[in-house]
Nanobody
Framework: QVQLVESGGGSVQAGGSLTLSCEVS????????MAWFRQAPGKEREGVAA????????EYADSVKDRCTISRDDAKNTMYLRMNSVNPEDGAMYYC???????????????????WGQGTQVTISS
């Protein structure tokens, strides 16, 4: 059974930084393409950042691409999201997602991923 567990959420001051982690168990992590999604109240879930197997390329949503870094450590079965200069629009539930199939061309699409974490809440304070 594949399990994804997010951590690192909480309250962050506007202009500050946050780092989220997603630890995976129950599957060969190196064989999973990974991504972060987020969902704010009243809004649809959106893809934030994605990193395929090997981690040699990444993809970001336009709203975060100058402020975010997604990374993975296959030795630790963990994916990370570092976000700088956070603003109120970044407040949301952040979800970790994984796919055992190729995500080429659709890395930020929700339907691409079959495994999901429970989410970690990020609140931005002013």
């Amino acid at each position: 059974q594949v399990q994804l567990v997010e951590s690192g959420g909480g309250s962050v001051q506007a202009g500050g930084s946050l780092t989220l982690s997603c630890e995976v168990s129950g599957y060969d992590f190196s064989g999973l393409s990974m991504a972060w999604f987020r969902q704010a109240p009243g809004k649809e879930r959106e893809g934030v950042a994605a990193i395929p197997t090997g981690g040699f390329s990444t993809e970001y949503a336009d709203s975060v691409k100058d402020r975010c870094t997604i990374s993975r450590d296959d030795a630790k079965n963990t994916m990370y999201l570092r976000m700088n200069s956070v603003n109120p629009e970044d407040g949301a539930m952040y979800y970790c997602a994984a796919s055992s199939r190729s995500t080429w061309g659709r890395r930020l699409a929700e339907y691409t991923y079959m495994y999901w974490g429970q989410g970690t809440q990020v609140t931005i304070s002013s």
